[in-house]
């Protein structure tokens, strides 16, 4: 919806609210005409229902507003003397339009100073939830949002089975564009689908009616180079990558596909370039933080010798590369393949036992058709790609033939146009064009772990409305394969409660958030001790 269809939306809530509610206004003693006024109408309900005025606050914030009107609609039936069981069902289970009911056809009275208290132990305990929900939904989507890492892209840097908090504030928390959701979940509803898939819509938390334009609150930092970013997958609305031209589209709103985590290489104004597996910015070789570790797949000839298992440790080989049989795998060469750093391919070259080692990367020049812009014209592939122009907002672009291979799903996608090309002319939204103006900031963003990484080598630009945020705490981290109570013997206690960006090995502070938390229970107690004695 657009703000227009928005703005009239909400007049019709407002003539609604005030059919349903202005002879209730009189009945507490305030005028008609009140119910009509739009915020101020929610001002006084709140005076009516004796509840605080910053609840109006909740009443505008989408998907938490969505939590707080059965709320609101409860609380205005009690208010007016039906607060029995059957009369919370009705108002929920009519959308409050039970609200009607109670406004023309029963004689309802005013409670004044009605009591706030639950009149049972049950209903304390679902008050008590609601609002646990309704907060933890507020810091959910606009200030801290829980992840998990899920693949191995950015393997040694941060490991699969990482859950981490990511920071909706640093660069702008997004208004969500599905304002009917349900809340402090993403794409799917629990156990009714793990993926998205575009034939059955039984398992999506969503529905398409009533969506928000994209908007963004202010930040309080911009992405730099080398930040970790979570983001909404570019691609996750096709069946193929953009390479098939065959695949077919479908619809999934931006706030709502899967979330990746990269680092951001590049940034908007950046030319970039992978040679040899290396990044290069603008002619530099990329310098990465102390914490980033980029691996690169290595065969290693030992003439068939196998490593110790005590290399296991000292060479950072992980686990998935060694055999059910405790033996490092090899391939048909009898070369085992690694995934290393060049700090450790150099200290593993240095065993006696190893005959030589190879980094493998793709040459220069060689085509990948699986790689961003797909096209033979550019023979790049992951190890030997670009240079390439990382658009910025208010970027003049000349459309041609070499051009358009980089922006057309820019224009058509991104920034939402009706664009078209027929006899190698450009049209957008019917009128003929020779040049487009970007218009939003766009980034590039990798994995670490650089040839085992789907990343923008394999889609190309994330556009700035699809950064989700930037992670900032690791709270737990542990095995993803292990089960039962497996689980908990293996959790990393030295990953706890570390910071994610920085220099240096990572700190736990688990010690200080325990010793805090034992504090915090300790002068509850002391407080309530004294309350009770006095």
């Not at 690791?474 to 497996?486: E, H, Q, R, T, V």
Request: contains cysteine.
């Amino acid at each position: 919806m657009t703000f227009t269809e928005w703005f009239l939306f909400f007049l019709a809530i407002q003539v609604v609210h005030f059919l349903a509610t202005w002879k209730l206004y009189i009945k507490a003693e305030r005028k008609a005409w009140e119910a009509i006024i739009p915020i101020y109408n929610a001002i006084i309900l709140m005076k009516i229902i004796n509840r605080p005025k910053w609840w109006v606050i909740l009443l505008f914030i989408p998907i938490v507003n969505l939590l707080m009107f059965p709320v609101i609609w409860i609380e205005t039936c009690r208010s007016f003397g039906h607060n029995k069981r059957p009369d919370t069902i009705l108002a929920v289970a009519t959308l409050g339009f039970y609200i009607f009911y109670i406004n023309y056809v029963s004689q309802p009275n005013y409670v004044v100073d009605r009591s706030l208290n639950p009149r049972s132990a049950l209903g304390e305990w679902i008050s008590s939830i609601a609002f646990a929900i309704i907060a933890a939904t507020l810091v959910h989507t606009y200030f801290m949002q829980p992840y998990t890492i899920p693949t191995s892209s950015l393997e040694k840097t941060l490991y699969v089975g990482d859950f981490l908090f990511v920071s909706k504030f640093h660069y702008g928390a997004r208004v969500p564009m599905t304002t009917v959701s349900a809340p402090m979940v993403h794409d799917t509803l629990p156990f009714l689908g793990k993926s998205y898939v575009s034939d059955s819509k039984d398992q999506e938390s969503w529905l398409n009616k009533l969506s928000l334009p994209y908007m963004r609150l202010p930040g309080i930092q911009k992405i730099k180079r080398n930040d970790i970013v979570v983001f909404s997958w570019p691609a996750d609305s096709l069946k193929t990558m953009w390479g098939d031209n065959s695949g077919k589209f479908t619809y999934k709103p931006i706030d709502k596909r899967t979330n990746y985590v990269k680092r951001c290489v590049g940034i908007a104004g950046d030319s970039l370039e992978v040679r040899n597996g290396y990044v290069f910015i603008n002619g530099k070789r990329t310098v990465l933080p102390g914490r980033a570790k980029t691996q690169y797949i290595f065969s290693v000839n030992t003439g068939g010798q196998q490593f110790s298992r005590g290399a296991l440790k000292r060479y950072n080989i992980r686990e998935a590369s060694w055999g059910r049989d405790g033996r490092l795998s090899t391939n048909s060469k009898g070369e085992f393949i690694l995934n290393l750093t060049d700090d450790e391919a150099a200290l593993i070259a240095k065993n006696p036992i190893v005959k030589s080692i190879t980094k493998n990367l793709e040459p220069k020049g060689t085509f990948d058709p699986s790689v961003f812009p797909h096209n033979p014209n550019y023979k790049w592939n992951n190890d030997n790609f670009g240079p390439i122009y990382i658009p910025k907002k208010g970027d003049k672009i000349e459309l041609n033939e070499k051009s358009i291979v980089f922006y057309e799903q820019i224009i058509r996608r991104y920034e939402h146009n009706n664009f078209t090309i027929a006899n190698d002319k450009y049209y957008l939204n019917g009128k003929e064009i020779t040049s487009y103006t970007i218009k939003q900031d766009y980034y590039w963003m990798m994995g670490d772990n650089r040839q085992m990484s789907l990343d923008a080598r394999s889609w190309g630009y994330v556009p700035f409305d699809h950064v989700v945020g930037k992670p900032v705490f690791i709270w737990l981290s542990w095995d993803p394969n292990a089960k039962g109570f497996a689980k908990f013997s293996s959790i990393k206690w030295d990953r706890m409660f570390t910071t994610v960006g920085g220099d240096g090995e990572p700190r736990s502070y688990f010690k200080l958030f325990i010793i805090a938390l034992l504090g915090y229970f300790m002068i509850n107690y002391f407080r309530k001790k004294k309350k009770t004695t006095k």
